[in-house]
C-alpha cells in the first residue's frame, strides 16, 4: 500500500512562489509516475505537472510552463512542485498521484491549499 502526504500549500500575492511537496511511504518499490494535479470546485481536476520514476519524461499543462519545475528525489521518496510567477487562476486545491508501473495503482494524496490573492 502507498500512502501520500502533501504540504506547503498557503497563501501567496500575485507574483509569488511556493514549493510543494509530497512524501510517499508504504511499497514504494511500485511507482512509477508521479504528479501533480489540481482542482477547482465545479470544476474537473486536471493535470499540473508529472514525473517518471527515473526523471526521463515530464510533462506540464500548458498553463504552467516556463513558472513551474516539477522534481523528484528518490532517496527520499518525495516529489516537489516548484511555482513561481504565481497568478489568482492558479488558486485551487493541489493533489498528489501516484501511478504504479502496471497503472493497476493509483493513489491520491489528500490536497493543499494554494490561494494567489490579486
Known amino acids: 500500500q502507498v500512502r501520500l502526504v502533501e504540504s506547503g500549500g498557503g497563501l501567496v500575492q500575485d507574483g509569488g512562489s511556493l514549493r510543494l511537496s509530497c512524501a510517499a511511504s508504504?511499497?514504494?518499490?511500485?511507482?512509477?509516475?508521479m504528479g501533480w494535479y489540481r482542482q477547482v470546485i465545479g470544476k474537473q481536476r486536471e493535470l499540473v505537472a508529472a514525473?517518471?520514476?527515473?526523471?526521463?519524461?515530464?510533462n506540464y499543462a500548458d498553463s504552467v510552463k516556463g513558472r513551474f519545475t516539477i522534481s523528484r528525489d528518490n532517496a527520499k521518496n518525495t516529489v516537489y512542485l516548484q511555482m513561481n510567477s504565481l497568478k489568482p487562476e492558479d488558486t485551487a486545491v493541489y493533489y498528489c498521484?501516484?501511478?504504479?508501473?502496471?497503472?493497476?495503482?493509483?493513489?491520491w494524496g489528500q490536497g493543499t491549499q494554494v490561494t494567489v490573492a490579486s
Open positions: 514525473i517518471s520514476r527515473g526523471g526521463g519524461t515530464i
Open positions: 498521484k501516484a501511478e504504479s508501473f502496471t497503472r493497476a495503482t493509483i493513489v
Open positions: 508504504g511499497s514504494i518499490s511500485i511507482i512509477n509516475v
